[in-house]
C-alpha cells in the first residue's frame, strides 16, 4: 500500500492529531519549558536551540517533509474543545518493502499525565497505522523503570518482546530499553515476561 501523501489529521474522542504548524511556536515551547523536570528523565537530551523559534520552525518543516514522504508521521495532540496543545506522538522510522514497520515515540505534558490522553493517541495512531497506512508492525520501547510508559503500551495492546542494551541516549546517557510491539494480525498470548 503506498502512503498517502495528503495532510495527516487523526480524530478520536478527545483530540485532534495533527501535524505541527508554526502558530503553535508559543504553546509548545511553554508546554516543553513547564514539563521540563517530568520530560528529561525519560528523553534524549535536548539541543541547544530545542525551544528557540529556529528550532521549532526546523521541526515543523521537518514533520511537513517526513510526512509527504512517508519515513514518519510526527503529531501534536490538540484537545477539541479548547485547542490546548496536550503532547505529541510520532510513527518514525517506517520502513517498507517486507518490513511493513515503524517506531513509535510520544511525550506528554506533565498537566495532562494520567489522564488517558496518550492512551487514546496511542490507540488511535496504531489504528491509523494499521488501517491506512497498511503497516504490520509497531515497535515502541521506553526505559525499564518507565512504569507509566510500560503500562500505556500494555493497556494499548502492545506486547512486551525483550531488551535493548545501550538503545538510545536519555538525558546524556546510553540506556538500556526494554522493547514492545503490537502486530496487525496479532496472534500471540498475553507475555507477562519483562
Not at 21 to 40: I, M, N, P
Not at 84 to 113: F, H, K, M, S, V
Not at 139 to 150: G, M
Request: aromatic share 10%; charged share 25%; glycine share 8%.
Amino acid at each position: 500500500m503506498l502512503f498517502s501523501r495528503r495532510k495527516v489529521r487523526i480524530e478520536t474522542e478527545r483530540m485532534t492529531l495533527r501535524a505541527p504548524q508554526h502558530g503553535d511556536f508559543r504553546d509548545w515551547t511553554t508546554l516543553r519549558r513547564e514539563s521540563a523536570d517530568f520530560l528529561v528523565p525519560w528523553e534524549p537530551t535536548w539541543a541547544e536551540d530545542h525551544l528557540t523559534r529556529k528550532g521549532f520552525t526546523n521541526r515543523v518543516y521537518w514533520a511537513q517533509r517526513s510526512i509527504s514522504n512517508g519515513s514518519a508521521v510526527p503529531l501534536f495532540l490538540v484537545r477539541r474543545d479548547d485547542q490546548l496543545l496536550l503532547g505529541a506522538i510520532t510513527l518514525d522510522n517506517i520502513r517498507r518493502g517486507p518490513a511493513q514497520a515503524g517506531t513509535l515515540g510520544y511525550w506528554i505534558g506533565e498537566p495532562y499525565a494520567r489522564h488517558g490522553y496518550m492512551r487514546e493517541a496511542i490507540t488511535a495512531m496504531t489504528h491509523h497505522a494499521f488501517h491506512h497506512m497498511g503497516l504490520s508492525r509497531i515497535e515502541a520501547a521506553c526505559l525499564p523503570e518507565n512504569a507509566a510508559s510500560r503500562g500505556v503500551l500494555e493497556k494499548c495492546g502492545f506486547k512486551y518482546e525483550g531488551v535493548a542494551q545501550s538503545y538510545l541516549q536519555i538525558n546524556g546517557r546510553w540506556r538500556t530499553h526494554v522493547l514492545y510491539a503490537a502486530l496487525r494480525a496479532d496472534r500471540r498470548g498475553r507475555t507477562g515476561t519483562g
